[in-house]
């Protein structure tokens, strides 16, 4: 997956340009907690909520169901479930993506699919702070 120069400035590290961690094609994880910093990418298949003080990359393959709160999120794979991305939300043409959003900015190509809802616009402190209380749901 090519990533637009405009996100590629949003996961950048502070030390680093790259991917942190990543759940390959072919793992599975159900079920699961996901917290910390940095970039995650996801091509595999994960169930269970994710609560990150950085970035999240979906790939083509990726099949991912649960709450995520992220800093910015560039999905290309499918998505179910509540998403609260503190800045900005791209998905990209495979994207196939079923949630309720809350984001600052919100990209949309040609192509990628969304149902659900949508609050944009929101700062990053309210976006925070409704993350904190949707995870403690």
């Known amino acids: 997956m090519n990533i637009p120069d405009k996100f590629k400035d949003l996961i950048k590290t502070s030390s680093e340009k790259s991917v942190g961690t990543v759940i390959g094609e072919g793992i599975v994880i159900e079920n699961a907690t996901i917290t910390g910093s940095g970039v995650i990418r996801i091509d595999g298949r994960f169930s269970g909520s994710i609560d990150l003080d950085g970035h999240i990359i979906l790939g083509e393959t990726a099949v991912v169901s649960g ?7 560039l999905f290309a794979g499918k998505y179910d479930g509540r998403l609260i991305v503190r800045n900005m939300l791209h998905l990209a043409p495979n994207a196939h993506v079923v949630a309720h959003i809350e984001t ?9 699919v969304f149902n659900g809802s949508c609050n944009m616009g929101s700062s990053p402190a309210r976006l925070e702070s409704r993350a904190a209380a949707k995870l403690e749901e």
């Not at 709450?67 to 999120?73: F, K, M, T």
């Not at 600052?104 to 990628?112: G, P, Q, R, S, V």
């Open 67 to 73: 709450d995520i709160n992220a800093e910015s999120a």
């Open 104 to 112: 600052d900015k919100f990209i949309i190509d040609e192509k990628a």
